[in-house]
Structures are given as C-alpha cells and as structure tokens.
C-alpha cells in the first residue's frame, strides 16, 4: 500500500484563490512534502511532492514562454494519463495559457480541425504514431510554433521531418521567477478562458466549450458539500486527461483537495495495479462497470451449477441490502445472516478486485443499469451516480452519502439551479455554466438561453429533487403510430441481460415498431466461441491480450474471429434468450420485435464511438440505412425473440 497522509480532513484551497494556478501555487506552499503523484517505474512506485511537481511545472511555463508563447495562447496536449501530462497541464496554467486536451487515437483530420480550430501554438505529445499524426496534421498551419515530443528518444526519431520540432528539454530549464509568475496569475480574471474541450461531437463537428477559471473554482468550492475526502485518501486514474471530469473534477479537484493519486502504467495494467495501489477512490465511466459485472457473471457461467446457484443467492441478497441501505435502513436480522453468508462466499472476493479498501466510487456520463448498481452497493462498494455536462462544468447533480436514490443522478449541487422545460428538457442555470463555445456565437446562443444551459436531456425532477435522466432529446424515437421511445430504455434493458452483449441500437423512428442492432462483447464472444471448438484457444489468448492492452482496439482479425461466432446456433439463441428478457422490463410499444446481431463491436475506426466511447447515432443510422430497411421489408432476414 502506497504511504500518503494521516487520516485528518483535507483542507479546500479553491475558496481561496481566482485562478488554477494559484491554487496549484498555494497547494505546493500548504503541502509540500506531501504525496501528489504516484508512478510505477520498473516494479517500484516513485512519489513525488506537491513541492517537486510544482517546480517541475514551473520550469514547463517557463519554457513555452521562451518557446514564444503568451498568457492566452492555446496549448494542446496529447498523450497518455501519466505524470507528464499533469505536469506539463499545470504548466500551462502557472504560464496564464489556455490547456487542451487532445484524445489518444484520433484520426488526423480530427487533430487538424482541433489545432487550427483554437489557434493552437503548441502540442506537447507522446507516442510515435501519435507524433505522426499531429505533424500531418500541423503541416502548413504557421500558428503552430513548437511540436514538443514528451521524450528525448521520441525527438531523436522526429527531429528532422519538421523544423518545430522541439526537445523536451527545452521545458525542462529554469524555472519560471516566482514574482513574474505572481505577475501572470494576477492579471488573469475569473472570466478568462483556463481551458478550452472539444465536445465528442457524437452528431457532427466537435465545438470548443470555453471553462473560465471563475467556473472551475466555484465548482470546486462546492466540492467539500458532495465530497468527503481525508488526508489519506488515495486515487487510481486512467481515464483519458482529455476527460472533462477526469481533467476537472478529478485532476484539479485533486490539487484543491491535496489527495494523492497513482497513474496505472496501462490501461492494461489497471485490474493488477489496482490491487497493489489499493486506492480508496475511484472514478470511472458506467461501462467500466459494466464490463466488470460482465465479467463476473462470465466467470460463474463457466462453474458447476451449485456455484451458480450461489452467485444468484448472492445477487438477490446484494439487492435486497442496497434498497435498505440506500434509504439508510438497518439491515433485518434474517438479512444480515444472509449478507454475511453472500459477502464470505461472494462480495469480498470482488471488493478484493478493486483493491479492498475503496470507499468511494463516482460514474456518470451514461446511464447504468439499476441491477448493476444494486449488486455493487450490496458487494459494499458504493457506486455514487453523478450527472453533469462539459458546458455545465462537469458536474451539476450527485447522490450524495446519506442521500442516494439508485437509479437517478441525484440532486442539484448548489449554487446552481435546475428545471425541467415544456418538452421535457432538463435546463441549468449557475456560476458553472460555460463561457461559450469557441469561435461559435450562434451555437452558445442556441444552447444558452436566457441564461439557462438547455442540456439536450430529457428527464424528470421527483418530489424530493431527484433528477432522472431518461434520453438525450435528439435520439428520441417517434415510431409511425405517433408514440415517443427513449431508445436508451430499451438499449439497457437488452444489454445487460446478457455479458455477451457488448452495445445495443434501438432504431424505429418512423417505423411500425423498434428494432435493433446488437454488437457483440468481444472477449466474452471469444471465450464463447473458444468453449465450442469455434476459435482455438492459442488465438482467443492472443486476441484478449491485444485487447486487455487496447481496449479500444478492434482488429481485422479480431473481427474476423468473433464473426465465426456470432452465427453459431447457441450464441443466436442466446441473443433472442436476451431480446425477450429485455422486452419483459419494458413498455409493450417499446419491445424490439426484430433485430441483427452484428460479428463485431461497434469501434473508433469504422466512427461508430466518440473517445468517451458513447455510440455515434447518426452514424450507425447512416451506416446501416440499407441494413434497416431489409429489417421491416424481408421477411426472415432478421432475428425474432
């Protein structure tokens, strides 16, 4: 376990300052010696102080400015959730810059539109394919002053394909002169633009969202009312830092609340180096525990039939537990016996999978299944569902310790407000809401009005405050006889039916009925096939690494593999086993009566997903029109349940 403080409450700095790099200033000053950062170098964890992380930032504003740079200028940084993304992004701020955060695997033209976009100066990136792509997507763009690989074997490799290419070391010299630092930070205002995030542009080109200092800082100032965090807290990360809550509400949050983090080597190595870091909190995006449950329910699949019978002991105790605990109910005696019994059996098993000392765990940014949740809260690992947007700052609503109603996102976090407009959308209206997208007055105009954030959500307010979300506004479905589906309903009840099941799209808007399109969970689908002599084992060993190395990743022979599969007459049945369960929990009008089971997930590469890995509607609607169409005009070409 990674040593960090004593188990005192943190102290917030954010109330005291107006800009993030003073805060970070303040936070180098109030605890210096203490742990801000964990790597693991070789089979040791390094720690570095919050005095050592701030110099090393220091010594990286100084550098742009001697690059040419200026307080206001946009910097953009590419490269994986490690310390020197951290430390080059505080650099920035202590510069008075503007940070952008860029998404590992992007197409070139992506990077392109992103850096000449914001009139970005500088990209500080790790990795050669990703170095490649941001020099075809620099080329020709003057705006560009420097091009700075993180290492010095990455410039050796690119030093002479292009003239800006720039050394690192050049932001490793002296350190920016505390008295002209404290001259920059005071000529900031809160309404100045600290960062600037590209939406994930799920309908069409990404839009720069402007996050002023002054609405990160009120944010954070808030943070002791929906957080308690203790001097001896500790967290894992490996979201993207491109993430607006990994960026905001995790990495500034944590400068404001002086909690040590551990950055995993890999994405790869989180399910190991959780258990060695043993972190106590821990926040993820819903799929992350998603494929967790998955994989659990995978595993007790493959076991004797008592075996089974236990886990489903164990989930409808996890169940029951969570609804007494949510309303803070002591468990009944007979209960209790029982959790006992599950959580020997059971729960600390999976505690033990996340480290067994996590306390906290915060999701959002997509819905998850209530019975997921439930399992989790009776495991004894509390999921806290959140809600917020980038435009929103992050965050605007979360289930709170003492206050949580499993199945909402919670209630609205003060100063802010919120309401629920004619049609159902869910509008916010606070010091949190955004400055205004970039170079883009009429879409902040649409989207702010009269100083309400119309979300794009629909979703109800209950009579104790509680925001359920139920779509976005645009993907509702209007079928031909005039009934409107939120098509997330009927996605989640299908997907987590079964843990073969990686994504499911309910299309039906002018149609007769909905139908859908299901995408296959590779590693399950593999094993699935691997069990029935479909794939050799050898090539399901090789495929899972490939993957557990890049989740994202979705090869041709990984296509080509689960396509092998997915037609088998077991895998069919198990498909159309998960279509009538999923129609059971939903409305009459809402039942997917025919569907197609793709022979690949939905990926990145065909456009499918956004970084954040949310599914692309109007793409898969494009892409699949024709497939659509012989779905109500031929018979027995799709599936029924």
Partial sequence: MLNTGPHVPVVYL???????????????????????????????????????????????????????????????ILGPTKAPWAIYDMGVQLAGMVGLGIYPMQPTEQIRFMVEHSDTRAVLVDGEDEATKVLEAVAGL????????????????????????????????????????????????????????YTSGTTGAPKGAMITHGNILSLLSSQDEFLELYEDDLSFNFLPMAHAAERVLGFFGRINSGVATAYATSVAAVLHEMKEVRPTLFGSVPRIFEKAYAKIQSEVEAKSAPAQQVFAFAV??????????QQGQPLPLWLKAQHAVADRLVFREVRDAF??????????????????????????????????????????????????????????????????????????????????????????????????????????????GYLRITDRKKHLIITGGGKNIAPATVENAIKNQDPLISQVHAHGDKRPYVSALIAPSPIETLEFGADRDLIAREQVTTLVAELMANPAARSEALNTAMAKVVGHPDFVERMKAAVRAGNAHIAR????????????????????????????????????????????????FALEP
């Fill in 142 to 197: 003057d705006q560009v002053l420097a091009v700075v690989p993180w290492t010095e074997d990455l410039y050796r490799k690119l030093a002479d394909r292009d003239e800006r290419v720039t050394a690192p070391s050049a932001l490793a010299g002296e350190p920016l002169d505390e008295e002209q630092l404290e001259q920059i930070q005071r000529a900031i205002m809160p309404l100045d633009t600290a960062i600037l995030i």
């Fill in 589 to 636: 009008v809402e039942w997917v009566k025919r569907f197609v089971v793709l022979n690949r997930d939905f990926s990145q590469e065909h456009g499918e997903l956004t970084p954040t890995m949310k599914v692309k509607r109007k793409v898969l609607e494009s892409k699949h029109a024709k497939l659509f169409d012989r779905i109500y005009r031929e018979g027995g």
């Fill in 316 to 325: 409808r105790v996890a169940r029951q537990a969570a609804r007494y605990r």
């Fill in 355 to 464: 480290g067994g000392r996590a306390r906290q765990f915060v999701t959002g940014a997509a819905p998850i299944a209530l019975e997921i949740l439930e399992f989790f809260w009776g495991a004894g690992l509390d999921v806290y569902e959140v809600y917020g947007m980038t435009e929103a700052t992050v965050v605007t609503h979360a289930n709170l310790p003492g206050h949580v109603r499993l199945g909402t996102v919670g209630k609205v976090l003060e100063p802010m407000e919120h309401r629920i407009a004619d049609d159902g959308e869910v509008l916010l209206r606070g010091p949190w809401v955004f400055k205004g997208y970039f170079k883009d007055a009429e879409a902040t105009a649409a989207t702010v009005i009269d100083g309400w954030l119309h979300t794009g959500d629909i979703g109800t307010i209950d009579l104790d």
């Fill in 14 to 76: 954010a109330k005291e300052v107006t800009t993030l790099g003073a805060m970070f200033r303040l936070r180098a000053k109030r605890s210096p010696n203490s742990a801000a950062i964990f790597e693991k170098r070789g089979t040791e964890w390094h720690e570095t102080t919050w005095a050592q992380f701030y110099d090393q930032a220091r010594q990286v504003a100084q550098g742009l400015l001697d690059l040419g740079l200026k307080a206001g200028d946009r910097v953009a």
